[in-house]
């Protein structure tokens, strides 16, 4: 049973571009939620999604956004990079327990 | 702003029990006591989680004290791939009230 998948593993953008980042939960799970975490620093919610909407939000602007897709899976689009917009950005999923991690997709700007 | 306070770092010997302290002084009755572990270049991985009671699965045992304001997460044998970043977190039950705010955590190094 495969646990929670992301991709790519690793992105190099440039300033102002936009990037998306995909996620599959683990089998069973119908809730996404994506976080980001600079270097030594702890996770920071940005959202999730649940049945399709966006049912939280943490304090990021609106140039993230996302998705989640009828099978569960989510993707997480930020528009006009920054420098700053560099980080480790994982995806947890969970299906009314606790939230299981993936590895995380490391997103650098230039 | 996390609910939690750890130490920042701490250190034990490969073999023995390992106990990392954790304060939430401000939790709510409706409130769970998470723990997660991050090893370097991983993404957070679950370990225990409880309400009131405590609580041992097969990675590690959760003592949370009579008046829920702190709570101590154990490695009964800790080994050298235990050293990691413990995040101590206070989770609502309810769908607004489940994502998880992590603090800093503590850095466990296990030696030999």
């Known amino acids: ?110 | 702003d996390a609910k939690t306070t750890q130490p920042t770092s701490m250190d034990c010997a490969e073999g023995r029990a390992a106990n990392l302290p954790c304060n939430h002084s401000t939790i709510s009755g409706n409130e769970y006591v998470y723990w997660y572990r991050q090893i370097h270049s991983q993404g957070p991985q679950y370990i225990i989680h409880g309400l009131k009671n405590n609580e041992t699965n097969e990675m590690a045992s959760l003592i949370i004290t009579e008046d829920r304001k702190s709570s101590t997460l154990i490695l009964p044998h800790a080994t050298l791939r235990d050293t990691a970043v413990y995040y101590c977190i206070v989770r609502g039950r309810s769908y607004n009230t489940d994502k998880l705010i992590f603090g800093t955590g503590t850095r466990l190094q296990v030696f030999p």
């Open chain 1, 1 to 110: 049973d495969a646990g929670v998948t992301q991709s790519p593993t690793h992105l190099i953008k440039t300033r102002g571009q936009q990037v998306t980042l995909r996620c599959s939960p683990k089998s069973g799970h119908d809730t996404v939620s994506w976080y980001q975490q600079a270097l030594g620093q702890g996770p920071q919610f940005i959202f999730q999604y649940y049945e399709e909407e966006e049912r939280q939000r943490g304090n990021f602007p609106d140039r993230f956004s996302g998705h989640q897709f009828p099978n569960y899976s989510s993707e997480l689009n930020v528009n006009a990079l920054l420098l700053g917009d560099s980080a480790l950005y994982l995806c947890a999923s969970s299906g009314g327990g606790p939230q299981h991690f993936g590895d995380g997709t490391r997103l650098s700007i230039l």
